[in-house]
Every structure is written in C-alpha cells, then in structure tokens.
Nanobody
C-alpha cells in the first residue's frame, strides 16, 4: 500500500507544542508534494504543504506557529505545531501526492490533536 501513517498527536494545554509525523516507505525521495489537513467538527481544511523544490506553504490560521519539514533519510515529513490553541483541536491527516504529474494522492487515517484550556 501507499497509505501514509501519521503519528505524534496527543492532548496538550493551550500554548503547548506537538510534532506530528507522516511516513511512507521511500516517499520523501519523490518529487511530489506532501500536505497536512485537519478536520474538527466541520469541513476538512488544508493546513500546510511541502512541495517540489522544498517550497513551504501554510494556511493563514497556522502561519507563524506551525512548521513543515522533511527528513529524507528517515522518510518522514514533520509538522511542528507551537502555541497550540483550542481551535487547533482536530484530526490531522497527511496526504501524499504521487504518479505522473503528481495527479494522484494517498491519505493517511489521521492522528488526533486535542488542545485544552
């Protein structure tokens, strides 16, 4: 399977930090992007991406607090989350693009992040 696996979620207090991991064998050697999404009680929303050439993108609501990075030796993409707020509470999903033109995608099953006051 090409399904990514997320880990690193948990429960923290407001202002705390977590580092999420996304991995699938060999995927960091590909030229395609890796993306983080989250879903709380509503619609799933995009959080951050690392794209071809190492281009990093962030949604406005996490900019300045979250950092996406890649460790190719370990085949892991990280999402470092700092200054977490209750609104960040959600299931966080990793999506890995692949194939010709990076037109295909594989989704993980998610890791839960809960932020309490």
């Amino acid at each position: 399977q090409n399904q990514p696996v997320e880990s690193g979620g948990g429960s923290v207090q407001t202002g705390g930090s977590l580092r999420l991991s996304c991995t699938a064998p060999g995927f960091t050697a590909n030229m395609c992007g890796v993306h983080w999404y989250r879903q709380g009680t509503g619609k799933r929303e995009w959080v951050s991406s690392i794209r071809t050439g190492g281009i990093l993108d962030y949604s406005d609501f996490v900019k300045g607090r979250f950092t996406i990075s890649k460790d190719e030796a370990k085949d892991i993409v990280y999402l470092q989350m700092n200054n977490l707020q209750p609104v960040d509470t959600a299931m966080y999903y990793c999506k890995i693009d692949r194939g010709p033109g990076c037109r295909y995608a594989d989704w993980g099953q998610g890791t839960q992040v809960t932020v309490s006051s």
